[in-house]
């Protein structure tokens, strides 16, 4: 990836439409439209417990079983992101969700759908800081960059929860676009 590129995030990375007609999950289409190449490495699909945090963000008890996976995301062979994502057990099941490090075509959000939970909001809290040492690690991230904490959760048509992921993103390789309507 050249020094100086920067992928931006747009809202419309999440639309079922593009979804449906490319096959690809809101990053790759991203990336594609960018000009860029796209992977993500799933490094763990596991269940645990809810943190606190995680727990209300959910709407859950904390505690409540959670399945858990783990991506490392790369853009023109260079990682660039790292993402926890946090779905309620009963909702995941055993599905493909809850078992599989490749979900096929749509991605998460396809296999969402087949459950009976397409994406209808999403919210998305961004702050920026300096990344940890183990993050500058898995991310290759330069001295003195920083990284954007995003805190994305999918709700459905009545603005039900459903999932939460955590993710990480280099400030020199991803950015973030948003036009936000003004109401009166």
Same mark, same amino acid.
């Given at each position: 990836m050249r020094a100086e590129h920067r992928t931006w995030f747009r809202p419309d990375r999440y639309s079922r439409r593009r979804r449906e007609e490319t096959g690809l999950s809101p990053f790759r289409i991203a990336v594609a439209g960018q *000009? %860029?190449?796209? /992977?993500?490495?799933?490094r763990s699909v596991t269940r645990a417990e809810a943190s606190d945090d995680i727990a209300r963000r959910l709407g859950l008890r904390r505690g409540t079983e959670v399945v858990q996976r783990e991506n490392l995301y790369f853009?023109?062979? @260079?990682?660039?992101?790292? *993402?926890?994502? +946090? !779905?309620? /057990?009963?909702? &995941? %099941? $055993?599905? @493909? !969700? &809850?078992? &599989?490090?490749?979900?096929?075509? %749509?991605?998460? +959000? &396809?296999?969402?759908?087949?459950? *009976?939970?397409?994406v209808a909001v999403v919210r998305e809290e961004v702050t920026a800081r300096m990344p940890t040492p183990a993050e500058a690690e898995s991310l290759a991230i330069p001295p003195g960059v920083p990284v954007i904490e995003m805190t994305h959760t999918s709700m459905d048509d009545w603005k039900r929860p459903f999932e939460v992921t955590r993710f990480v993103l280099r400030a020199d390789r991803l *950015?973030?676009? +948003?036009?936000?309507? !003004?109401? $009166?």
């Open positions: *000009g %860029g190449t796209s /992977a993500t490495e799933t853009v023109d062979d @260079e990682p660039v992101q790292h *993402g926890v994502t +946090y !779905i309620p /057990a009963t909702i &995941a %099941g $055993d599905s @493909e !969700i &809850a078992t &599989a490090t490749d979900l096929g075509p %749509g991605s998460i +959000y &396809a296999r969402f759908e087949e459950l *009976g939970w397409p *950015g973030l676009d +948003y036009e936000v309507p !003004i109401e $009166d």
